[in-house]
């Protein structure tokens, strides 16, 4: 586990933020998740040389990318973030093309998975578990696919892999998150320290963090919701990213401890005084590109 420092750049986006989320007429719609759950975005513009395709399965829509020349064995499945009310958004669709460029040209695989509260637990993991499924069917080995996700992505990543471990399949090759939510029931230690200095969840107990439309009436330290409570012996190499100052970085600093107790290769990089998913903003700060080596 080793710390970065934070930037001016940084500091001041995290202020502004901070501003901007104490806007009541504002502030409520993004803490609560309403602007996350109703995104209206521009038409995403896939980038010269490669292609985007979108397939549909049963239940969801999957979105898969790669380079047109030069495509190399690995593939990466991207499980996207949203406190599990929010569907796929453009940020998602950029940050596939930052994943297939930073490995060489990869696959990426990202399904616009099931959300609440139409579609609570277990919908969204189901769909991921179909995602995984479906790369495999094309022919694809375990030890080519590497899992990533953000936030609640992060979370659906480590019970995809317990749910491939109860089933006594194969790990994939490794796995990456970037402010993983690995305990819904929101009973670390952070969700305290942080709870005034979190600029997109914290000060309310309204955030999305605190919403049941996903884990309805279900135990929500189940395993398969919140990984943290999870046999996590035989997980593949880890690597997590984290904000020092997120609600959630006891889910990332608890996961990593037990994950290392079972004896599974975990590395962990927190970013001073940065906030939840901070590479989400692009180049506008350091941090970012320094997340992306």
């Given at each position: 586990m080793y710390r970065k420092d934070s930037s001016i750049r940084g500091n001041v986006l995290r202020?502004?933020?901070s501003d901007v989320t104490a806007i009541k007429s504002i502030g409520k719609k993004i803490k609560t998740?309403?602007?996350r759950a109703n995104p209206i975005e521009p038409e995403w513009k896939c980038p010269k040389?490669?292609?985007?395709d979108k397939i549909d399965r049963e239940q969801y829509v999957l979105e898969?990318?790669?380079?047109?020349e030069n495509r190399n064995h690995l593939w990466i499945l991207q499980l996207h973030g949203g406190g599990y009310i929010g569907p796929m958004k453009n940020a998602y669709r950029n940050f596939g093309i930052k994943y297939s460029e930073h490995n060489g040209g990869c696959s990426v695989v990202t399904p616009d998975y099931r959300v609440a509260p139409k579609h609570p637990f277990p919908a969204a993991l189901?769909?991921?578990?179909?995602a995984y499924q479906w790369i495999l069917e094309h022919g694809v080995k375990e030890e080519?696919?590497?899992l990533v996700g953000d936030s609640a992505g992060g979370g659906l990543v480590f019970a995809l892999g317990l749910w491939l471990k109860e089933q006594g399949k194969s790990m994939p090759k490794g796995m990456i998150t970037m402010s993983a939510w690995t305990d819904v029931s929101c009973s670390g230690s952070s969700y305290k320290t942080n709870f005034q200095k979190d600029p997109l969840f914290g000060n309310t107990k309204e955030s999305m963090l605190y919403r049941k439309d996903y884990i309805r009436e279900q135990d929500p330290k189940n395993p398969l919701l919140s990984p943290l409570f999870g046999d996590l012996s035989g997980f593949p190499p880890i690597h997590m990213q984290v904000g020092s100052y997120e609600m959630l970085l006891s889910d990332t600093e608890e996961f990593a401890k037990k994950a290392s107790e079972a004896k599974v290769s975990v590395e962990v990089v927190i970013f001073e005084k940065m906030f939840h998913v901070f590479p989400m903003v692009g180049n506008l700060i350091p941090e970012t590109q320094e997340a992306w080596k």
């Amino acid at each position: 586990m080793y710390r970065k420092d934070s930037s001016i750049r940084g500091n001041v986006l995290r202020e502004l933020m901070s501003d901007v989320t104490a806007i009541k007429s504002i502030g409520k719609k993004i803490k609560t998740g309403e602007m996350r759950a109703n995104p209206i975005e521009p038409e995403w513009k896939c980038p010269k040389g490669y292609v985007w395709d979108k397939i549909d399965r049963e239940q969801y829509v999957l979105e898969v990318q790669y380079p047109k020349e030069n495509r190399n064995h690995l593939w990466i499945l991207q499980l996207h973030g949203g406190g599990y009310i929010g569907p796929m958004k453009n940020a998602y669709r950029n940050f596939g093309i930052k994943y297939s460029e930073h490995n060489g040209g990869c696959s990426v695989v990202t399904p616009d998975y099931r959300v609440a509260p139409k579609h609570p637990f277990p919908a969204a993991l189901q769909d991921c578990i179909d995602a995984y499924q479906w790369i495999l069917e094309h022919g694809v080995k375990e030890e080519q696919i590497v899992l990533v996700g953000d936030s609640a992505g992060g979370g659906l990543v480590f019970a995809l892999g317990l749910w491939l471990k109860e089933q006594g399949k194969s790990m994939p090759k490794g796995m990456i998150t970037m402010s993983a939510w690995t305990d819904v029931s929101c009973s670390g230690s952070s969700y305290k320290t942080n709870f005034q200095k979190d600029p997109l969840f914290g000060n309310t107990k309204e955030s999305m963090l605190y919403r049941k439309d996903y884990i309805r009436e279900q135990d929500p330290k189940n395993p398969l919701l919140s990984p943290l409570f999870g046999d996590l012996s035989g997980f593949p190499p880890i690597h997590m990213q984290v904000g020092s100052y997120e609600m959630l970085l006891s889910d990332t600093e608890e996961f990593a401890k037990k994950a290392s107790e079972a004896k599974v290769s975990v590395e962990v990089v927190i970013f001073e005084k940065m906030f939840h998913v901070f590479p989400m903003v692009g180049n506008l700060i350091p941090e970012t590109q320094e997340a992306w080596k």
